[in-house]
């Protein structure tokens, strides 16, 4: 696994650190489980870290040295891009892996550099693409402007891409990916970590709750639903992300939500609980009497899935991967994000029926069970590995008995995005 700012020690809820985070320690420990040995490539991002970390069975973080062994904002990290390349490929070098799994872009510029000279399939799991990053964000958007281009020469390079949702698979194909060479496989849930069964964050009497969890950057919508909170009569709304509990005050994005809670009048109704440990977030979702999540866009939303997996109903915003996992008055309520007014119609009405609340919990619950465990995302993804894997030998016994073709190196990662 190669993923450059989304180290799976890093505790989620940070401006660079969510559900990819979660995503590749998730499935590099079900791997683990499963048997294969999985090796993780983050970059050091703190002094005192060691160079190997042993994360779970069969599983070992390593920490490449590529830039400052500091926090660098995920934006500004091309230019070490080839000093991670390098790395990689000295690595692989002496101990070459069977497969690379490159999440990210970044990770997928240094992968196909290091691994493409090794003549190691690489696969790619996006997790975002910057042309649908652009399209919701317009000028808001930090990403190098390089990024779309260097994210069709990353997907032309690897052996096959990972979308984490059809409307990713979508896009992909949008930006010229042969369908072919993309597989559907999704984000799981810890279906017994996260279950209607424990402990649950103290209530506040009379009053229905309402958790968001996430980065609280503005795309992911918590403005929206605090300006909602205004049409739901009586509900609280616990806001979980960001830095911790007493760093709060000095946040930008927590500053800013505070001051729309004020210009709402719900500033009495709304707590920042700040970045919840991943240990207590299962008794925080157990809490809720509905889970919400209204980006302006998401390739997948591990939120929502959790707050299934604990049998709790879901309102999210109809907007890539959240409308394959949250099935539309099944397990939840679809509204069309940016729509405060939408939002809170749908919280109110929902709210006011325990019944469909409960039923929605119980469906969502026998979904995640059903389609998303990790051991079944693994194996999944196992699947493709095995694929690529068998075409490389494929081509490398065609090339052996029709003689060696020239191939042209790949060099991304030397030319980096600007």
Known sequence: MVSEHASPLAVPGGPDSGGQNVHVAELSRALGEAGHEVTVWTRRDDADLPATVPFAPGVTVRHMDAGPPASVPKDRLVPHVPAMAAVLEQAWAAHPPDVVHAHFWMSGLAAV??????????????????????????????????RPAAEQAVAGHAAAVIATCTDEAFELTRIGVPRRRISVVPCGVDVETFSPHGPAFDRTEGRPRLVSIGRLVRRKGVDEVVHALRRVPHAELLVAGGPAAGELDDDPDVRRLRAAAEAARVADRVRFLGAVPRSQVPALLRSADAVVCVPWYEPFGMVPLEAMACSRAVVSAAVGGLTDTVVDDITGVHVPPRQPERLAAALRELLARPAMVEAYGIAGRDRAVACYRWSRIAESTAAVYDRVMRERAA?????????????????????GAR
């Open 395 to 415: 081509e490398e016994k065609d090339t052996v008995q029709k003689g060696p073709a020239e191939t042209a190196e790949p060099a991304l990662a030397s030319r």
């Open 113 to 146: 550099a290091a691994a493409g000279r090794l003549g190691i399939p690489v696969v790619q799991t996006f997790h975002a693409l910057g042309v649908v990053k652009r399209r919701h964000q317009g000028e808001d958007d930090t990403s190098p402007s390089g």
